[in-house]
């Protein structure tokens, strides 16, 4: 059997029997933020794991349980268990380490309401009559000496020069191993910036591919001495990193964007881009939730700034890419908005309650914007009732806190720890900067963020 193609807890158990160097279980979760929060089993554990779960503190994460309600139980998932392609060694002794998703449950056996990865579960589970949703995601990342300083590596660009594309393809090989198929990567526009992009998948696996993608990454490039940094805008003056994730909907096999007709786009499709549009502002926060996130999101840096669609514009908020006779299955839209730095999991939650409520609410389809938007007068915008995404968290956070589709979406616990959150994280940043650096990076981001992300 290969390393990534569980379906039971039996094939687990049995592959864990007859695989001893396999000698841990890593059990991952994501916090409220989307961060990779995890804890080490021993193999001969993973028959009880699976039994009666893991207990752990939930108070010590964020965004989970307060002191009094803390007791929760995390119960392994088999068929996201995969062994890690690589070997550890310390003092002569040589062993493997498997990795394992799992499900939350608080101390009275109920579904744990802050488990973002449940609840995308549960959102994807509510909408499937208009489809299933398929992603792939386009992974944007910076090398840098270390955590400490954005310090550029090399001095490459879009498909061309740049070192330590080793990296890349050393993180190819180990995801084809886990069973992640990468579509391809490159080095991208800014110098020292590199992109990774996952094959689309279900939402559910593709968020889990992201999650592990950052991880091996990461891995690597600590091997190599480097340090691999999926915060939004680490430097003023060139290219944030982005995560556009393309999106199509799906059933019996067949893509629901599709038509034959017109424009190749079908009506189920244009309803979906439009509710991403109208519901844009109130999802922005979910999509874009660090203070730094919103210095990427600028005029003149290949990044969104205006809601609107079109086929060639890249300074649009969603772009569909161009179809190729032969190749339906490939029909879909580009969301160019989101950053690697958010919850995956609450993201593409979010994005699909907004395209479903595009269809629920049979919403007109607005005419494409292919003229570069960032050339556009503010009369001309106006006309054409072009509106423009959040300029910074506090502006996010408001029009978040008034949202019912995200209250509905995220529920009132992963709502309200996300308003605490980010209202704290505001409070901080202005403390610390002032009214400097609007649009600037600061030295208080690099401090705060470049470590974690």
């Not at 550029?152 to 069973?179: C, N, P, S, T, V």
Request: charged share 30%; proline share 4%.
């Amino acid at each position: 059997m290969e390393n990534f193609s569980f379906k039971s807890e039996k094939e687990v158990l049995d592959y864990l029997k007859e695989n001893k160097l396999v000698r841990f279980v890593r059990i991952i979760f994501p916090d409220v933020l989307g961060r990779e929060m995890s804890f080490c089993i021993p193999a001969d554990k993973m028959r009880e794991a699976f039994e009666n779960g893991k207990g752990f503190d939930g108070s010590s994460v964020e965004g989970f349980a307060r002191i009094e309600e803390s007791d929760l139980n995390i119960v392994p998932e088999p068929k996201t268990f995969r062994v890690l392609p690589w070997d550890y060694e310390l003092e002569g002794v040589v062993w493997k380490e498997a990795v394992c998703f799992g499900d939350i449950f608080t101390s009275k056996g109920e579904h744990f309401e802050g488990d973002s990865r449940y609840l995308l579960k549960k959102t994807l589970e509510k909408t499937k009559k208009f489809g299933r949703l398929f992603a792939g995601v386009e992974l944007e990342f910076f090398l840098f000496e270390n955590e400490k300083e954005p310090k550029l590596l090399d001095y490459g660009g879009y498909f061309h020069g740049g070192r330590w594309g080793e990296i890349r393809k050393l993180a190819q090989i180990y995801l084809k191993e886990m069973g992640i198929e990468i579509e391809h990567d490159h080095h991208e526009v800014a110098p020292s910036q590199h992109e990774i992009d996952i094959k689309f998948e279900d939402a559910l696996n593709i968020a889990d591919s992201v999650i592990l993608t950052k991880y091996v990454l990461k891995r690597i490039a600590r091997k190599a001495g480097l340090f691999a940094s999926f915060m939004p805008k680490p430097i003023t003056t060139i290219n944030g990193s982005g995560m556009h994730v393309h999106l199509s909907l799906w059933q019996k096999g067949r893509n629901l964007f599709f038509s034959k007709k017109g424009d190749f786009l079908s009506d189920l499709a244009k309803k979906y881009l439009t509710g991403l549009i109208k519901y844009g502002p109130e999802i922005q926060l979910v999509l874009n939730q660090w203070v730094n996130s919103y210095k990427r999101l600028i005029p003149g840096y290949e990044a969104p700034v205006y809601l609107a669609w079109g086929r060639k514009n890249r300074s649009a908020y969603i772009r569909i890419p161009e179809y190729r006779e032969g190749k339906e299955n490939t029909t879909r839209i580009e969301l160019r908005s989101p950053d690697p730095a958010c919850n995956v999991y609450l993201a593409l939650a979010i994005i699909q309650s907004a395209g479903v409520q595009g269809i629920i609410e049979d919403l007109k389809f607005p005419p494409p914007e292919e003229k570069d938007i960032y050339e556009m007068t503010k009369e001309e915008m106006e006309r054409k009732k072009i509106k423009t995404l959040s300029k910074n968290l506090k502006e996010a956070l408001e029009l978040f806190k008034k949202s019912q589709l995200v209250r509905a979406t995220l529920g009132d616990h992963i709502f309200q720890k996300m308003i605490q959150n980010k209202e704290i994280e505001w409070q901080r940043y202005k403390k610390a900067v002032g009214k400097k650096f609007e649009k600037e990076v600061s030295p208080y981001e690099i401090k705060e963020y470049l470590p974690i992300l």
